[in-house]
């Protein structure tokens, strides 16, 4: 983690009340340096090697902790278990069916997003688009495999 990103992540714990532990600082590291979207068991088996003593249970408190601090955010694609991301600037993601590879895509990526007509007295607050396909990385295996029929 960069001094800059550290002085920022301590100052966004700061402002949201909560303890600067390490713990928590790993978890970010994790994520920022992970574009993974992973699970919670993923992250505690990744940060076991590092603290030892960090068990399931401090893990899952810490990411609601930086969930609820607006830090991580958590993710529930078609009904999974969550995953977590570092990311909290909106944007979108893809999930490729074939490897389950969940990838953030920017805003800038996705034209227009059609206008829905909801009932009288909703009021959308935010979005979030969840696309579904092939991946880069499936699709030209896909390809090499029909080529090799």
Not at 12 to 37: C, E, S, W
Not at 66 to 95: K, N, P, Q, S
Not at 112 to 125: I, M
Request: aromatic share 6%.
């Amino acid at each position: 983690m960069t001094t800059e990103l550290r002085l920022q992540v301590e100052s966004r714990m700061h402002a949201a009340g909560l303890k600067l532990t390490p713990q928590r600082f790993a978890v970010l590291d994790y994520l920022i340096r992970n574009h993974i979207h992973p699970t919670a068991d993923q992250i505690t088996a990744r940060l076991n090697n590092r603290f030892p003593r960090a068990s399931r249970a401090t893990i899952y408190n810490t990411l609601h902790a930086l969930c609820e601090a607006g830090l991580v955010r958590e993710l529930y694609v078609d009904g999974a278990v969550a995953r977590y991301d570092a990311l909290i600037e909106t944007h979108h993601h893809f999930v490729c069916r074939a490897c389950g590879t969940l990838e953030d895509v920017q805003p800038a990526a996705v034209r227009a997003v059609p206008r829905c007509n909801l009932d009288e007295g909703y009021c959308v607050e935010s979005y979030q688009l969840v696309m579904r396909g092939v991946c880069a990385s499936c699709k030209q295996s896909e390809n090499r495999s029909k080529n090799l029929s």
